[in-house]
């Protein structure tokens, strides 16, 4: 079975800084384009960062210059470096794999809370 398992998240200062894991299972996980969603509270889901099979990065431009995202494929993980968060980076923070030949699978994780609050 398919299992992609986020960690990390949890109350950070405005300012501060947390980084996020997602460990991936039952996936060949070199095929994957790996990203990062977040979702707050009458919203709608985002796409915060994305990191492809090749190693290329992109990010939204809210995020872009805070958060770096990075792939260790032997181990099967994709983490979310956090910096400089302000309140309204608070949201639950969701893992996608998203296969990149036909036919395009899409895995989703339960999602980690983030809250940025003083």
């Known amino acids: 079975q398919v299992q992609l398992v986020e960690s990390g998240g949890g109350l950070v200062q405005p300012g501060g800084s947390l980084s996020l894991s997602c460990a991936a299972a039952g996936i060949t996980f070199r095929l994957y384009t790996m990203n990062w969603y977040r979702q707050a509270p009458g919203k709608q889901r985002e796409l915060v960062a994305v990191?492809?099979?090749?190693?290329?990065?992109n990010y939204a431009d809210s995020v872009k210059g805070r958060f770096t995202i990075s792939r260790d494929n032997a181990k099967n993980t994709v983490d979310l470096q956090m910096n400089s968060l302000k309140p309204e980076d608070t949201a639950v923070y969701y893992c996608n794999a998203e296969q990149a030949v036909w036919p395009k699978h899409d895995y989703w994780g339960k999602g980690t809370q983030v809250t940025v609050s003083s």
């Open positions: 990191i492809t099979f090749g190693g290329n990065t």
